[in-house]
């Protein structure tokens, strides 16, 4: 009995090396997590100052052009900017950082990720409408066919396709990292049910259960700390 303790406490230590590497891996996306919210933020601003302006513009040259800019920045972009934010400054919470918990939190992340992911879609599908409704208003002569017109219809084509293809991409890379979390979380769930079973089945193994069940759900700063 005392060797198939030992084994499955190994087979814990192996699943907790690969969660270590997990959490890493994790404070790495946090902060390029931080990076991204504090560029979009800036973005964000940055948008709305320009749409000011463009309204500014708008109503002294009387242009369409500028009024639909304006309408963009100033409505269609923050409606789908603050939401993803929010979502995003949701995803930096990371309060248990036992083998379990980070686990769990690599999951909700990546719930929350899709979600940021999937609001780009109407993101793109505005940007569409917007290119749209352009080349309406410059076919009824409401606005002018300027030549950085088409230029720029071109650049937002292009840009909403990649941001479709990235979008389906990352959707597709994160639905496999979801995969690998969960057989993690299976695997380290049972093998504590397995060593639970064990030690009730036998009363000289109950303490060496305790010490497995404390040496994995330790957070790993603490646990170095024991160690030394």
Same mark, same amino acid.
């Given at each position: 009995m005392t060797d198939e303790l030992a084994a499955l406490k190994a087979d814990w230590r192996r699943q907790d090396t690969r969660i270590d590497a997990l959490r890493t891996q994790l404070e790495g996306v946090r902060l390029r997590t931080r990076i991204v919210l504090a560029l979009e933020i800036l973005l964000t601003l940055l948008g709305v100052a320009v749409g000011v302006f463009y309204v500014v513009l708008a109503w002294r040259l009387r242009d369409l052009l500028f009024a639909m +800019?304006? &309408? =963009?920045?100033?409505?269609?972009? %923050?409606?789908?900017?603050? %939401?993803?934010?929010?979502?995003?400054?949701? +995803?930096?919470?990371?309060?248990?950082?036992?083998?379990?918990?980070? &686990?769990?939190?690599?999951?909700?992340?990546?719930? &929350?990720?899709?979600?940021? &992911?999937?609001? =780009?879609? %109407?993101?793109?599908?505005?940007?569409?409408?917007?290119?749209?409704?352009?080349?309406?208003g410059a076919a009824a002569g409401w606005v002018p066919r300027r030549d950085p017109l088409a230029i720029l219809t071109l650049v937002w084509l292009l840009s909403a396709l990649a941001s479709f293809l990235w979008v389906k991409w990352r959707l597709q890379r994160n639905a496999a990292e979801s995969a690998r979390c969960e057989q993690l979380l299976a695997a380290f769930l049972a093998a504590q049910d397995e060593d639970r079973t064990v030690a009730q089945s036998d009363p000289d193994g109950a303490e060496t259960y305790a010490d497995s069940w404390r040496a994995v759900n330790t957070p790993i700063s603490g646990r170095q700390t024991e160690e030394h």
């Amino acid at each position: 009995m005392t060797d198939e303790l030992a084994a499955l406490k190994a087979d814990w230590r192996r699943q907790d090396t690969r969660i270590d590497a997990l959490r890493t891996q994790l404070e790495g996306v946090r902060l390029r997590t931080r990076i991204v919210l504090a560029l979009e933020i800036l973005l964000t601003l940055l948008g709305v100052a320009v749409g000011v302006f463009y309204v500014v513009l708008a109503w002294r040259l009387r242009d369409l052009l500028f009024a639909m +800019s304006a &309408l =963009m920045l100033l409505v269609v972009v %923050p409606f789908f900017a603050i %939401p993803g934010m929010r979502l995003r400054h949701r +995803s930096l919470d990371f309060p248990d950082r036992t083998p379990e918990g980070t &686990l769990h939190y690599a999951l909700a992340r990546l719930n &929350l990720a899709d979600r940021v &992911l999937r609001m =780009m879609y %109407p993101g793109g599908a505005a940007l569409l409408a917007f290119v749209a409704a352009l080349w309406i208003g410059a076919a009824a002569g409401w606005v002018p066919r300027r030549d950085p017109l088409a230029i720029l219809t071109l650049v937002w084509l292009l840009s909403a396709l990649a941001s479709f293809l990235w979008v389906k991409w990352r959707l597709q890379r994160n639905a496999a990292e979801s995969a690998r979390c969960e057989q993690l979380l299976a695997a380290f769930l049972a093998a504590q049910d397995e060593d639970r079973t064990v030690a009730q089945s036998d009363p000289d193994g109950a303490e060496t259960y305790a010490d497995s069940w404390r040496a994995v759900n330790t957070p790993i700063s603490g646990r170095q700390t024991e160690e030394h």
